[in-house]
């Protein structure tokens, strides 16, 4: 009887990014390797790094031994769901959000001019006050 694959989105992959819960993506597997990340040799931040991608190139790079490779099995839960898209939908943004945006850009161009102005003026006044006691 053949096994049956749990298949992960990469949405769902990249949800469990934290030490207490850690997956990667490697050649289209999904490994929970939250058990492994005090053994890595490399550090626990370098597989944290690589989650919420895929991995592959990373892994690569990174010159893993034959033996590193077949410890791996050992952590893979399911394989990447490819029917699934990759990237999100992006929301599009209506132009009165834009507007309220560039609305509260200009709001903090108003506010934060006055500072460099105000040091400006305030050292022209003493530079001033000390010429004129010379």
């Known amino acids: 009887m053949p096994t049956l694959t749990k298949l992960y989105s990469m949405e769902e992959a990249s949800q469990h990014n934290t ?13 929970d390797v939250t058990s492994y990340l005090d053994d890595h040799p490399g550090g626990d931040d370098v597989v944290l790094a690589a989650t919420g991608k895929d991995a592959t190139d ?3 790079d990174a010159g893993h031994s034959k033996s590193a490779k077949e410890l791996m099995q050992n952590f893979c839960i399911g394989e990447l769901d490819t029917s699934a898209p990759v990237i999100p939908e992006l929301e599009i943004s209506s132009k009165k959000e834009t507007d309220n945006y560039s609305g509260n850009l200009m709001e903090l161009i108003k506010q934060y001019w006055a500072v460099p102005v105000a040091i400006a003026g305030i050292s022209a006044v003493v530079g001033l006050l000390f010429l004129r006691k010379k």
């Open 19 to 31: 030490k207490d819960d850690c997956w990667v993506v490697i050649d289209g597997k999904v490994y």
């Open 58 to 60: 990373e892994f690569e």
